[in-house]
């Protein structure tokens, strides 16, 4: 399985990005996708997750309200939308599969993983 995240950048407090994450070599359409990200000097954490059929979803306390994963297994793509960014949202972010049928917060539950995406919020 390959992952490949993209759409990181440096933008302002209050603004947006959407982030993806493109998936090849298995069947995009059988597993949970999430978003974590780690920031400088900190462990990694979760963001956010979505189950394979697109119809639950999950975000961690800090982004709910702000941020919405999405998916499109036409496209084998999971989509990480972030609105109205924060400085403390600065981080890489990274894209995993998740195949356990354990926790979705939990990162010990997600196998592959992408390369990251960097997320700069400047205030």
């Known amino acids: 399985v390959q992952l490949q995240a993209f759409g990181g950048g440096l933008v302002q407090a209050g603004g947006s990005l959407r982030l993806s994450c493109a998936a090849s070599?298995?069947?995009?359409?059988?597993?949970?996708m999430g978003w974590f990200r780690q920031a400088p000097g900190k462990e990694r954490e979760f963001v956010a997750a979505i189950s394979w059929s697109g119809g639950s979803t999950y975000y961690a306390d800090s982004v709910k309200g702000r941020f919405t994963i999405s998916r499109d297994n036409a496209k084998n793509t999971v989509y990480l939308q972030m609105n109205s960014l924060k400085p403390e949202d600065t981080a890489v972010y990274y894209c995993?599969?998740?195949?356990?049928?354990?926790?979705?917060?939990?990162?010990?539950?997600?196998?592959?993983w992408g390369q990251g995406t960097e997320v700069t919020v400047s205030s």
């Open positions: 995993a599969t998740k195949v356990d049928s354990g926790s979705y917060y939990s990162d010990s539950k997600y196998d592959y």
């Open positions: 070599g298995r069947s995009f359409s059988s597993y949970g």
